[in-house]
């Protein structure tokens, strides 16, 4: 709907259940899977999962009565955001291959490629920057020959963000400037929030945290403006580094703590996880060493919920996670010893061994 367009997320959801009220009520006997499909991107834009996921149950429904391949798809890309989101990876991975699959049944090009860079978020969440490469060379393929300029700009942001985490900052640079070009011929204020942050942390790599302050402060304000809960809780957290590079150890915490809530409303277990990991080590620099031990607890009991899901991924998927967050396992350790309490350390090391 034009309200989800200009991120009036509550507007289309009211808006959205008064037409299925309505249609009800005329006695329609399912609703359009795409009116549904919209209602759940509602509620996820809002942090209301459970509401979008039945949404999502009955939109798969109605796209399997109407025979609608394209609606199907989108339900499986939808479903498996919602997992992404909550950190369930393994449950997301298994959605977009199903609407991978179903979008290569009928030769949709454009379908193929959202699906294929969906995946290759997986693949970066899961510390694989080279099998994410690889998947978002393959979206980018597939949106160029259908000119899908919307999923061009996705892929190029994502693109950027693997070419930060492979030490290639100017291949990143030139992708974040493209993909602000376009943002702003499409007038696509998400898009252009999502490079600004990328942009900001280009900045960060460079030892510029002063730039990079003041662009992710730019991009604060459009996740705002469009109420971009879990964009403004990432970007907070980015401010918080940029403090922290600048040796302002109290400001860093500030930002944390202003991100870790929002996070946490919309349940992002991976930002929620980086922000407890960030908070320990900050803490643990001021000689805050039991604070420093309950943020990083929290941080470890994040991870252990979010790898419980990752049994149905092959064991070198399982691995590359456990390797993101090896190091949070460590530093509890080594501050357990440091208390005087070795036996709560050989535990934690040992549970860090048991998700190998």
Do not use: C
Request: glycine share 8%; no cysteine.
């Amino acid at each position: 709907t034009v309200y989800n367009q200009l991120g009036r997320y509550e507007e289309a959801i009211a808006t959205i259940r008064d037409a299925i009220i309505l249609s009800a009520d005329q006695g329609e006997h399912w609703i359009d899977a795409n009116t549904l499909i919209q209602l759940s991107q509602a509620y996820q834009a809002v942090g209301n999962y459970s509401q979008a996921l039945v949404a999502l149950h009955h939109a798969q429904q109605s796209a399997a009565l109407e025979q609608n391949p394209l609606a199907e798809i989108s339900t499986w890309l939808s479903v498996g955001n919602v997992a992404e989101t909550l950190g369930q990876y393994g449950d997301a991975t298994v959605a977009y291959q199903a609407a991978l699959g179903k979008a290569q049944a009928i030769h949709h090009q454009q379908a193929e490629g959202a699906a294929l860079g969906s995946l290759g978020n997986i693949y970066l969440l899961l510390g694989q920057s080279e099998q994410a490469l690889e998947s978002y060379t393959q979206a980018l393929m597939r949106q160029d020959a259908v000119g899908d300029r919307q999923g061009i700009l996705t892929t190029q942001i994502n693109l950027a963000r693997i070419y930060q985490n492979l030490s290639n900052g100017e291949q990143a640079l030139t992708l974040l400037q493209s993909a602000l070009h376009l943002s702003d011929e499409l007038g696509d204020r998400s898009s252009e929030a999502q490079a600004l942050t990328l942009l900001g942390q280009h900045y960060l790599v460079q030892g510029n945290p002063a730039t990079a302050t003041e662009v992710f402060r730019q991009a604060q304000s459009l996740y705002h403006e469009q109420g971009d809960r879990r964009g403004e809780a990432s970007v907070l957290a980015h401010l918080g580094q940029a403090a922290e590079q600048m040796g302002d150890g109290v400001q860093a915490i500030e930002w944390f703590q202003q991100a870790l809530p929002m996070a946490q409303a919309i349940h992002d277990q991976s930002t929620i996880g980086k922000i407890l990991s960030a908070l320990g080590r900050l803490e643990q620099q001021r000689g805050q060493l039991d604070q420093a031990i309950t943020h990083y607890q929290n941080a470890v009991a994040v991870h252990e919920a979010m790898g419980q899901d990752l049994a149905s991924l092959p064991p070198n998927q399982q691995t590359a996670f456990w390797d993101t967050i090896t190091v949070d396992y460590q530093a509890l350790a080594a501050l357990l010893v440091e208390r005087d309490r070795p036996d709560e350390a050989q535990a934690i090391l040992e549970r860090l061994n048991q998700g190998f």
